[in-house]
């Protein structure tokens, strides 16, 4: 059972009579209510116990005094309360060395200053069971003031059962009131309170946090008076990839009455404006709701400083590592309090190996003055820097809340001079990312977003270059703009072979509601090649939109029915493709289950074509919070030389998807080299290979391994074996920062960070002398989550801090040995093992330097696997490994 469900057993059953309240609240004149009050925090992982808790206890009397009556309405008073006797405990049982409580008095810890103005009385004006005015002094520590709110707070409370809005220590809330005999219960609807700062979050829900919270009061009575309250808050911040990665706070006031003395007599006056001045003509009126209270640091070391400490973990070399990831996230928080001129201290001091880690973490913290200091720093009009220019646009489309202030400056920079064209590309393809974050918050029609929106629109619509189309259709791909349909369509039915690819692979990102029969027309024109032929690549992945999303029986009859007269890859692919989407129940195989109940369409012909392509799809993790998986489509050309490669991981949370990776690559024109035959209609092809990423979300501009014979041949003869970089860096991928106003008067800081250490490479290798061609993707990354917890209310810090860090490397290699045919060809998608770390960190401290600091951790060891993908791989792979193995034995 709950601490709150005992102590409310205690008070009910508790010797105070049940007899129901005549009349409203009210104290009597000329006499000193004694209260019991105390207030505590517990802050603790999510699954915590009570006996193991950071936080602290605040101990006090109160004394409530009535000096004023209105004499036309008895419960229209004017009171006084005063806290004495403050002393500070431990929330959880611990031993002398462990308490930094033992031997402090309330004025030690809180200074002379504080503890003489927490002592200080205010007055309530109040009517009816609520709190009208309160008046305090102005030169109080805004910290004392809320504390002094949140004793306030208790005040208010009504005893019919009712619903209404009430202002207090939280803000403007919805409360819902249950009155019963003596018993009153106040509920406080947090999630509606208003005039409290928030915070922000991640723009995925994937990479976002959960968090509930309660509040609830007990007030029990007794002959017109309050003679007891307990009010407990309870707030739970839980990562929605992983719940169990978790904080929570508890929040404690409890009010108990204790006896009553000789107190002071009623003021006789007309105006409560003249008591209040009588009582203490320095009283003045401030708000209940809370104020903010600034946080500074004393003893902080500059940003250069704490940049030269943790600088060698942000070396290239240690990227792969979670030490690095964690120290960018203790930078990214840095930066987010520094200045302009500090920041551009830092960058213009570092030196080139750490330099761009330096501008992933300045461009992440994502202020106005980070932003202002990267924008000066870098020089968009020359091309000797434009690998820090590609980390800081990267960074700008990881952005987890981007401002207008950004997406104005990237437009500018468009508009201004670019000396890099590949710059260029990137700005007005991360220009679309920013769109669609901002879509995402209900921002669409903000005016810098309209704009963004025009540029890439009429962009994609008008730009006459080849390469200018692409630039702007990846750019819509990032936005996913509805508008952007029908120019999509056109461009994937009439333009060339590279742009209706693009532009077919963008439609296949948009949400089935956006695919209208217009874009099912399109593409089924598309695949059945009604109006000019297309690639293959194209129409497959037309006949993938159209699986996904309802097809008709007639649609998939006839894409079944045309699969005899294909190429013999093609079809083969499509096989695959067919039989994947039955095994693993995606969208379209109810229709394609009824379909094949036609002898006409599924018979031994048709579904016995021979080939090396495939598709296969399956979870890389499936639990309660969240689940992944993994695809992997492979289309070869008829000479068994890879076309097209596709591989995607999903992450699915809270019934909601993110694209964690997609790596493509494709070749074409590349049969000259074996002396092989191109498929139909693909001879005049030139011999190109590439590849094109997606992270998180986010189109990444394409990288391009050669265009043209002559550049194959050079890099062949020039390789070092290395291969190349897709993207590199660091990402802020879980971002949530919040604030929780408690009624006691403190406020709990809830932060969720995570970051992400990745490298995606990739290469093509072929060898003419072991008629071996091989292309290889390798996705290497370090992850740390933190989760953290504080309530500092400046001369106690208190809190807890989760975290989970691990350290991963996932290969994705296909070889093809053309010495024989038909080809073999064998894909693997191996996990290496890697180490799991989870800790929790409970910390408090006061101004004196004393301190307690508890962490536990558990480590494990993942072992590695090779994903499973479909049988005749396996088959093959046992065939190439063998002929491996007998080769080595001539030797």
Aim: charged share 25%; glycine share 6%; net charge positive.
């Amino acid at each position: 059972m709950s601490t709150l469900g005992v102590l409310l057993i205690l008070l009910i059953s508790s010797s105070i009579s049940a007899k129901p309240q005549r009349g409203g609240l009210r104290f009597n004149a000329e006499k000193t209510y004694k209260y019991s009050y105390t207030m505590e925090v517990q802050l603790d992982r999510g699954r915590g116990t009570d006996k193991d808790s950071a936080g602290f206890k605040i101990a006090s009397n109160i004394n409530v005094d009535l000096l004023w009556r209105n004499s036309s309405n008895e419960e229209d008073q004017l009171i006084r309360i005063t806290i004495t006797d403050v002393n500070f405990e431990n929330v959880s049982e611990r031993t002398d060395d462990k308490n930094i409580f033992k031997d402090s008095t309330g004025g030690g810890i809180l200074g002379k200053t504080n503890l003489a103005a927490l002592k200080s009385p205010v007055l309530i004006h109040w009517i009816n069971g609520k709190v009208k005015t309160l008046y305090s002094f102005s030169n109080e520590p805004v910290i004392i003031q809320n504390i002094k709110r949140g004793l306030t707070s208790l005040f208010q409370v009504q005893l019919t059962t009712t619903s209404q809005t009430e202002v207090d220590v939280s803000g403007k809330c919805k409360v819902n009131y249950q009155a019963h005999d003596n018993k009153v219960t106040k509920v406080k609807l947090l999630d509606s309170c208003k005039g409290v700062q928030r915070g922000f979050t991640s723009h995925s829900k994937v990479l976002g946090v959960n968090t509930t919270s309660t509040s609830a009061s007990i007030y029990l009575l007794e002959k017109n008076l309050i003679h007891s309250v307990l009010s407990e808050e309870h707030i739970l911040v839980s990562l929605n990839l992983r719940q169990e990665l978790a904080a929570k706070v508890l929040s404690k006031q409890r009010l108990e009455f204790q006896l009553t003395k000789t107190g002071p007599k009623q003021i006789q006056a007309q105006q409560i404006s003249s008591v209040v001045n009588s009582v203490n003509p320095e009283y003045v009126s401030i708000p209940l709701t809370s104020a903010a209270v600034k946080v500074t640091c004393k003893r902080c070391p500059s940003l250069i400083e704490y940049w030269k400490t943790i600088r060698e973990e942000l070396e290239p070399k240690n990227l792969a590592k979670a030490s690095a990831t964690r120290s960018f996230l203790l930078l990214v928080q840095a930066l987010r309090k520094a200045k302009k001129e500090d920041i551009l201290k830092v960058l213009r001091s570092e030196k080139d190996s750490t330099l761009p880690q330096l501008v992933d973490a300045v461009t992440s913290a994502q202020t106005s003055a980070s932003l202002a200091a990267m924008l000066e720093f870098l020089d968009f009009g020359n091309d000797s820097s434009t690998i820090l220019q590609e980390r800081f646009l990267y960074a700008c489309g990881f952005a987890s809340h981007p401002t207008e202030e950004l997406l104005k400056a990237l437009m500018a920079k468009l508009n201004g001079k670019i000396k890099s064209n590949d710059i260029r590309e990137t700005v007005v393809i991360i220009i679309g990312a920013l769109i669609r974050k901002f879509c995402q918050k209900g921002q669409c029609e903000l005016p810098a977003v309209i704009k963004a929106k025009e540029i890439i629109l009429n962009g994609a619509e008008s730009a006459k270059k080849e390469s200018d189309i692409e630039m702007y259709i990846l750019s819509l791909k990032n936005s996913l703009l509805p508008d952007a349909i029908p120019i999509l369509l056109k461009h994937a039915e009439s333009g060339t072979g590279p742009i209706s690819n693009i532009a077919v692979s963008t439609i296949q990102k948009y949400e089935r509601v956006y695919i209208t029969e217009e874009v099912r027309k399109t593409m089924n024109r598309i695949y059945h090649q009604n109006r000019r032929t297309h690639e293959k690549t194209v129409r497959t992945s037309a006949a993938d939109i159209i699986f996904n999303n309802n097809p008709s029986y007639m649609e998939v009859k006839n894409i079944l029915l045309s699969i005899g007269e294909l190429p013999t890859e093609m079809s083969k692919y499509l096989l695959s493709k067919i039989q994947d989407i039955l095994r693993f129940k995606l969208p379209g195989s109810e229709m394609i289950w009824k379909v094949l109940k036609d002898t006409v369409v599924h018979n031994y012909d048709r579904f016995s074509k021979i080939g090396s392509s495939s598709a296969y799809s399956g979870y890389m993790k499936q639990e309660t919070d969240s689940s992944s998986t993994y695809s992997l489509d492979i289309l070869y050309s008829g000479s068994g030389i890879l076309r097209k490669s596709n591989m995607n991981i999903f992450i699915f949370s809270q019934e909601t998807e993110l694209q964690a990776t997609q790596v493509v690559i494709e070749a074409q024109g590349l049969e000259s080299l074996i002396a092989a035959k191109a498929d139909e209609g693909e001879g005049d092809l030139e011999s190109l290979a590439g590849m094109s990423a997606v992270l998180f979300g986010v189109q990444l501009k394409p990288v391009t391994f050669f265009r043209g014979y002559s550049d194959l041949m050079a890099k062949m003869f020039t390789a070092t074996g290395e291969p190349m970089n897709v993207v590199k860096g660091l990402i802020l991928l879980v971002d949530h920062a919040q604030s929780f106003q408690l009624q006691s008067g403190l406020k709990a800081i809830v932060e969720f960070q995570g970051g992400l250490a990745i490298d995606i490479s990739g290469g093509m290798d072929f060898s003419l002398w072991y008629q071996e061609s091989k292309t290889t993707v390798t996705n290497r990354g370090a992850v740390v989550v933190v989760g953290n917890i504080t309530v500092d209310s400046l001369f106690i810090k208190s809190g807890v801090e989760v975290s989970v860090e691990t350290e991963a490397l996932l290969d994705f290699i296909s070889t093809v040995k053309f010495s024989e045919y038909p080809f073999l060809v064998c894909m693997q998608m191996v996990k290496d093992e890697f180490p799991f770390r989870q800790y929790v960190t409970k910390y408090e401290s006061l101004p004196s330097g004393k301190s307690y600091v508890s962490r536990k951790g558990r480590k494990m060891l993942v072992a590695g696997s090779e994903f499973p993908l479909h049988h005749e791989n396996s088959a093959m792979c046992k065939k190439i490994f063998a002929k491996e193995s007998d080769s080595e034995e001539w030797f």
